[in-house]
């Protein structure tokens, strides 16, 4: 069965950084690029960022560029999100999400086949 | 970046029913990289369809995808309760930004 775990979730003060990981099983995790996407409370989905298979391909939404960094490591089957400079309107549930093209070269172009349960990320003083 | 607008907001419809939503995009989607999501309380989106018309793995026929260029439509031929949820579209076909549209909500009536 394929399934994504995430962590790392919490409360954090404005300013601060935060660190998300995921935790992937069932599948052959390096021939999948895998993406972050958030959703605000009540809110819609807004992608996050992407990373293709080997790290070549990695691309950030506007909104987190030049704060948030994506990597993985497909020895461990591992994803993260190292999230610095954090702020309130980053305050979100993060999913984990696998992508369902195999060896995709442009990490935009891939659609989003298996999704984690999220893990919740407040911003706040 | 590419804009998706969904419409309409809120439909509100009976089991049974045959229901259309509908995604339109600011510019044309490239090689139709156009994906659907249901999404229901307390749980994480599913992928339906993906590239414009194709069903992911163990969606039901009753759900079909269409549309090309700008426009594109989610049908469903028959609603079925569990079917009553938010439904989202996306553009993965266009750098630098993966997009959503804002989601229409399917109410039982």
């Known amino acids: 069965e394929v399934q994504l775990v995430e962590s790392g979730g919490g409360l954090v003060q404005p300013g601060r950084s935060l660190r998300l990981s995921c935790a992937a099983s069932g599948f052959t995790f390096d021939d999948y690029a895998m993406h972050w996407v958030r959703q605000a409370p009540g809110k819609g989905l807004e992608w996050v960022s992407g990373?293709?298979?080997?790290?070549?391909?990695?691309a950030y939404a506007d909104s987190v560029k030049g704060r948030f960094t994506i990597s993985r490591d497909n020895a461990k089957n591992s994803l993260y999100l190292q999230m610095n400079s954090l702020r309130a309107e980053d305050t979100a549930l993060y999913y984990c999400?696998?992508?369902?093209?195999?060896?995709?070269?442009?990490?935009?172009?891939?659609?989003?086949?298996?999704w984690g349960q999220g893990t919740m990320v407040t911003v706040s003083s | 970046e590419i804009v998706l607008t969904q419409s309409p907001g809120t439909l509100s419809l009976s089991p049974g029913e045959r229901a259309t939503l509908s995604c339109r995009a600011s510019?044309?989607?490239?090689?139709?990289?156009l994906a659907w999501y249901q999404q229901k309380p307390g749980q994480a989106p599913r992928l339906l369809i993906y590239?414009?018309?194709s069903r992911a793995t163990g969606i039901p026929d009753r759900f079909s995808g269409s549309g090309s260029g700008t426009d594109f439509t989610l049908t469903f031929s028959r609603l079925e309760p569990e079917d009553f949820a938010v439904y989202y579209c996306q553009q993965y076909g266009s750098s630098p930004s993966i997009t959503f549209g804002q989601g229409t909500r399917l109410e039982i009536k």
């Open positions: 999400v696998k992508g369902i093209t195999m060896i995709v070269v442009v990490v935009q172009n891939d659609a989003f086949e298996i």
């Open positions: 990373i293709s298979w080997h790290s070549d391909s990695i």
């Open positions: 510019q044309s989607v490239s090689s139709s990289y």
């Open positions: 590239g414009a018309s």
